[in-house]
């Protein structure tokens, strides 16, 4: 019975429990006209020596397009043509794996007539579309062990940041055009955690209520 109350006393002087938390870290990559790469680094996960258990990781990209569309019909008769102004943002680790993309696209559609003799992206067979902009977010996260691993540890990991035009024109069976694109992107890496603490001794007067209840099993004992 003794040894029962030791135990109980023992259990109410400490106690275990964890906190879940978060990082978040985060760059911004300038406008630059496409196609373009810039490398990034950001601290790994550290686990303070083994007191924090990291759950997940998660890449985030908030990227934006700007520029312009020119577009010409040299077809003998009207047409439609549809234009789209977009670019592939790609956040990749060192090891040249794809973390998470977004693809901001902004599109313009022309009714353009039989083609009016000059190619000068106006009149009525072109046309020229200024100072559009797009944006899109995306963000992917992750759980498996392979990528927490790399992700653990002391020091930075490297990214690579790809920014590949991808604007096209469809419709007319000629059609001249040019397209003109910048991007940038705002990336964030977030760590989301648990933090485990053990051994918290619980307050003094639960260690004493511990105390009076083995010395009153002990004169118990001495009385039988």
Same mark, same amino acid.
């Given at each position: *019975?003794? !040894?029962?109350? $030791?135990? &109980?006393?023992?259990?109410?002087?400490?106690?275990?429990?964890?906190?879940?938390?978060?990082?978040?870290?985060? /760059?911004?990559?300038?406008?630059?006209?496409?196609?373009?790469?810039?490398?990034?680094?950001?601290?790994?996960? +550290?686990? *303070?020596?083994?007191?924090?258990?990291?759950?997940?990781?998660?890449?985030?990209? /908030?990227?934006? #397009?700007?520029?312009?569309?020119?577009?010409?019909?040299?077809?003998?008769?009207?047409?439609?043509?549809?234009? !789209?102004?977009?670019?592939?943002?790609?956040?990749?680790?060192?090891?040249?794996?794809?973390?998470?993309?977004?693809?901001?696209?902004?599109?313009?559609? $022309?009714?353009?007539?039989?083609? +009016?003799?000059?190619? +000068?992206?106006?009149?009525?067979?072109?046309?020229?579309? /200024? +100072? $559009?902009?797009?944006?899109?977010?995306?963000?992917?996260?992750?759980?498996?062990?392979?990528?927490?691993? *790399?992700?653990? &540890?002391?020091?930075?990991?490297?990214?690579?940041?790809?920014?590949?035009?991808?604007?096209?024109?469809? &419709?007319?069976?000629?059609?001249?055009?040019?397209?003109?694109?910048?991007?940038? &992107?705002?990336?964030?890496?977030?760590?989301?955690?648990?933090?485990?603490?053990?051994?918290?001794?619980?307050?003094?007067?639960?260690?004493? $209520?511990?105390?009076? #209840?083995?010395?009153?099993?002990?004169?118990? !004992?001495?009385?039988?």
């Amino acid at each position: *019975m003794l !040894k029962k109350l $030791l135990c &109980g006393a023992t259990l109410l002087c400490a106690a275990t429990f964890s906190l879940a938390g978060t990082i978040t870290l985060n /760059d911004t990559v300038s406008l630059q006209t496409t196609n373009f790469q810039t490398a990034l680094s950001f601290a790994k996960f +550290d686990t *303070m020596g083994g007191t924090r258990v990291l759950d997940s990781v998660s890449f985030s990209i /908030d990227g934006s #397009i700007f520029g312009t569309i020119e577009v010409e019909s040299r077809d003998a008769s009207a047409t439609v043509i549809s234009t !789209k102004l977009e670019a592939q943002l790609t956040l990749t680790d060192e090891l040249m794996n794809t973390l998470v993309v977004t693809i901001p696209s902004i599109e313009r559609i $022309l009714n353009a007539s039989a083609f +009016d003799g000059t190619v +000068d992206f106006g009149g009525s067979s072109g046309a020229t579309y /200024d +100072d $559009l902009m797009a944006s899109q977010f995306n963000i992917e996260t992750y759980t498996d062990a392979a990528t927490l691993a *790399m992700f653990t &540890g002391m020091g930075d990991a490297d990214f690579t940041f790809d920014a590949a035009a991808a604007s096209i024109a469809t &419709g007319a069976g000629s059609i001249t055009s040019q397209f003109n694109t910048s991007a940038s &992107g705002f990336v964030e890496v977030i760590y989301t955690y648990t933090d485990v603490v053990t051994n918290v001794s619980a307050p003094s007067h639960v260690a004493f $209520l511990g105390l009076g #209840i083995l010395a009153f099993a002990g004169l118990r !004992k001495v009385r039988k």
